[in-house]
């Protein structure tokens, strides 16, 4: 079985290290970036990462941006979903819809400095280590296919979120998340009534902040789905 990890907005993966570090079993995890070129649209990024997926059972673990786009891959691919996990998601715009009008790319021209990514993103107490790896990440994405990803984000609505059967679900929600406020928190566990939901106290990057707290909440929940 393995494990898909599909990135935040930056679309990299490269702030999976964290996590995919740690012991997973039998299940073997998998980064699968996001193009960093065409749409960026879900239809059209799932268009595109359906051919990328290895074989056999998955389990899909989406952080942030790409939340609705595993919900749209789980609804696509049936049965072969195991399980899914939606850490710090959405499942409709989480902010005023009318601010994808705005001129969004100039604010992905320039890296963020550090005070600004240690309290929207990391958390205080994040390492050196970290935010540089955040920079990085930042800095190897198009500020053009930033500021696009964000208008697919803010032009979202619930029914954009489909279905996904009975495939069991895990939210790990961020008590401490500065970038997805609590009204958008809430949508998404009344969108999904059956999910199991785990509050973690940390930062919106609560993979990377707190990967032994996630990735034992993955297990568990495994171990509990069958998965």
């Known amino acids: 079985m393995s494990l898909i990890l599909l990135p935040g907005l930056d679309g990299t993966g490269d702030l999976f290290g964290p996590i995919v570090g740690l012991d997973w079993g039998g299940v073997v995890p998998v980064i699968l970036p996001l193009p960093q070129s065409g749409p960026q649209d879900y239809e059209s990024l799932a ?30 691919l049936g049965n072969r979903v195991s399980a ?23 604010l992905f021209s320039v890296t963020p400095p550090a005070f600004f990514l240690r309290k929207f993103l990391t958390g205080e107490d994040t390492d050196a280590d970290l935010l540089d790896t955040l920079t990085g990440a930042l800095r190897r994405t198009p500020a053009s296919v930033m500021a696009e990803r964000l208008r697919v984000v803010l032009a979202l609505r619930e029914q954009d979120s489909p279905s996904t059967g009975t495939t069991p679900i895990l939210l790990l929600q961020a008590s401490e998340d500065r970038i997805i406020p609590w009204t958008a928190q809430s949508s998404l566990e009344r969108h999904l009534p059956d999910a199991t939901v785990e509050w973690i106290e940390g930062p919106h990057l609560l993979l990377q902040a707190r990967p032994t707290e996630c990735h034992d909440a993955i297990l568990r929940f495994l171990d509990t789905a069958g998965g």
């Open 47 to 76: 268009d595109a990462l359906l051919t990328k997926l290895p074989e056999g059972q998955l389990v899909l673990l989406a952080e942030s941006f790409s939340t609705p786009l595993a919900l749209l891959l789980a609804n696509r």
């Open 84 to 106: 899914l996990v939606l850490a710090a998601g959405f499942c409709s715009a989480p902010h005023a819809p009318g601010l994808g009008w705005l001129p969004l790319r100039p």
